[in-house]
């Protein structure tokens, strides 16, 4: 993914290129490929909790949201910009619905596009889209 992203072009301050270090394999013959295991797991730098989560519905073992998923990063990041914003939202202003928040981060929009363009330019093909449904939640604090 980080070589693909060579061609998209310079990016606004608050953005970078990651690149990764990333283990590749060596040793083609040493790679055995097979159907994938019905798990993932993810872990957070200081904490000792490890997350199980099932690969096919996304869903912890216990049944609950991953902490990655949209609603509960959503949720965070409302939290973290009400203690920080400095300025007090008036009605209407803050967005009801995660759908809606994403459209109006326009840096992030104009950012999505050109990587969206970097692609097709270079012969990767468009990207998929979701369901605009996945996006269709209400916001919560």
């Given amino acids: 993914m980080s070589h693909r992203m060579e061609g998209v072009g310079q990016l606004p301050a608050s953005y970078r290129h990651n690149r990764p270090l990333l283990s590749g394999v ?3 013959e040493a790679r055995q490929p ?9 872990w957070v730098v200081g904490s000792a909790d490890l997350e199980i989560i ?5 869903r ?3 049944g609950g949201p991953s902490r990655l998923c949209k609603h509960v990063l959503s949720a965070r990041w409302a939290r973290l ?3 920080l914003s400095t300025r007090t939202p008036s009605p209407g202003d803050t967005p009801s619905m995660y759908c809606e928040a994403k459209l ?6 104009s950012v ?3 990587l ?3 692609f097709q330019k270079a012969g990767l093909g468009t990207w998929v889209r979701k369901p605009p449904e996945q996006q269709q939640f209400l916001l919560t604090l």
């Fill in 26 to 28: 060596s040793d083609a």
């Fill in 34 to 42: 097979g159907k994938s295991p019905p798990f993932s797991m993810n």
């Fill in 54 to 58: 099932n690969a096919t519905t996304g």
């Fill in 60 to 62: 912890r073992s216990c």
């Fill in 81 to 83: 910009y009400g203690r």
């Fill in 104 to 109: 109006g981060a326009h840096t992030y929009q």
């Fill in 112 to 114: 999505k596009q050109q």
């Fill in 116 to 118: 969206f363009k970097a």
